[in-house]
Nanobody, 123 residues
Framework: QVQLVESGGGLVQAGDSLRLSCVVS?????ISWFRQAPGKGREFVAG????????YYTDAVKGRFTISNENAKNTMYLQMSSLKSDDTAVYYC???????????????????WGRGTQVTVSS
């Protein structure tokens, strides 16, 4: 069983930075950030493997967002910079099944989800 708890969301202005955290309880190999804006589906943002040597981003955030692991603290981070109004969404941390090592961007393939943290970017 894996449990995920996100934190770090808030209200910021366009161009600002924000860091999201996801505390992970239990073992998993693939963890990702997704986001869901009002009226839209859940969208992949960034993913990382347990070791931290395989990292993936959606094109919309490349060069602005950085995903990282701090295994000693069982925590995954999403550093977000140059935020835009389009980044406004609820951000979710998600993990694949404990024995799975294959990465995917499909939200339906993730077994464990956090409750989400709201990020609002005002223009």
């Amino acid at each position: 069983q894996v449990q995920l708890v996100e934190s770090g969301g808030g209200l910021v202005q366009a161009g600002d930075s924000l860091r999201l955290s996801c505390v992970v309880s239990g073992r998993t190999n693939i963890i990702s950030w997704f986001r869901q804006a009002p009226g839209k589906g859940r969208e992949f943002v960034a993913g990382i493997n347990r070791v931290g040597d395989s990292i993936y981003y959606t094109d919309a955030v490349k060069g602005r967002f950085t995903i990282s692991n701090e295994n000693a603290k069982n925590t995954m981070y999403l550093q977000m910079s140059s935020l835009k109004s389009d980044d406004t969404a609820v951000y979710y941390c998600a993990a694949r099944g404990s024995m799975i090592t294959v990465f995917t961007r499909s939200p339906s393939q993730y077994t464990y989800w956090g409750r989400g943290t709201q990020v609002t970017v005002s223009s």
